[in-house]
């Protein structure tokens, strides 16, 4: 869509048939983000919005915020690599508050700060709707792990959740085993290469003796080797463990 974003986005504002739409590295001009606002506000057919690598500055996060506010379609938002400073995940955050649609969205390698990561929370702890979320690759230290684990303690929708490549260390697996004696609800979460060491792991894999929804947890790449207690616990029950 590099050649003409803006003519083929007014197209797409009549289409009454597409059901995915991909932005991928594309730069768009505020222009063009107004009037892909007023093709998420009126399109009633696009499922899946993907917005990888393409740079969101903050009055182009705002118009799309608002646009997301009141979409009730889009289930699948794609904004990986996608340059989001703290001032439009604000907006973001605002937006996915108040979506009651997308159910799947990809926050990955945008470099997430800690200030970032409190919005998130906020939306975590009120959107209803969400089932995947992927916060991979955003350098995320413990502090930042634990905000999120800790809107998890009250989130009931969310199903999957991809923590890889953060650091998430001891401080935050720590937040991550009190997490998953709370939620009944997660079954997938993946947490490959945060630097975890032996007690890291020790208590995510104790918190399994009380979570029974997980079904499905990534640990490679981090520091510490399986016990042979808790492999013989995993092994008694429907569970994947990739190590």
Do not use: W
């Amino acid at each position: 869509m590099q050649n003409n974003p803006l003519r083929i986005l007014k197209a797409l504002k009549r289409n009454r048939t597409i059901s995915r739409l991909s932005l991928k590295s594309t730069i768009l001009e505020i222009e063009s983000f107004k009037m892909l606002a007023e093709v998420i506000k009126s399109n009633k057919t696009i499922k899946k919005l993907r917005m990888k690598k393409c740079p969101i500055q903050e009055e182009g996060t705002r118009v799309l915020g608002e646009a997301i506010k009141i979409n009730n379609t889009i289930e699948l938002l794609d904004l990986e690599e996608s340059c989001i400073g703290k001032e439009d995940m604000a907006i973001l955050a605002e937006a996915l508050m108040a979506n009651r649609a997308i159910t799947e969205l990809s926050l990955s390698r945008n470099e997430i700060s800690h200030a970032v990561v409190e919005y998130i929370s906020g939306a975590l702890r009120t959107n209803n709707q969400l089932v995947k979320l992927d916060l991979s690759n955003n350098y995320l230290n413990e502090e930042a792990i634990v905000y999120i684990c800790e809107a998890l303690k009250t989130n009931k929708k969310l199903r999957e959740l991809n923590l890889s490549s953060n650091k998430a260390d001891k401080t935050g697996a720590k937040a991550v085993a009190e997490m998953l004696a709370a939620n009944d609800t997660l079954a997938v979460l993946n947490l490959e290469s945060n630097g975890i060491r032996r007690e890291g792991i020790d208590f995510i894999l104790e918190a399994l003796k009380v979570n029974k929804a997980l079904v499905m947890l990534d640990l490679r790449g981090n520091f510490a080797k399986l016990r042979e207690t808790h492999a013989s616990h995993l092994a008694t029950r429907n569970f994947v463990l990739k190590y």
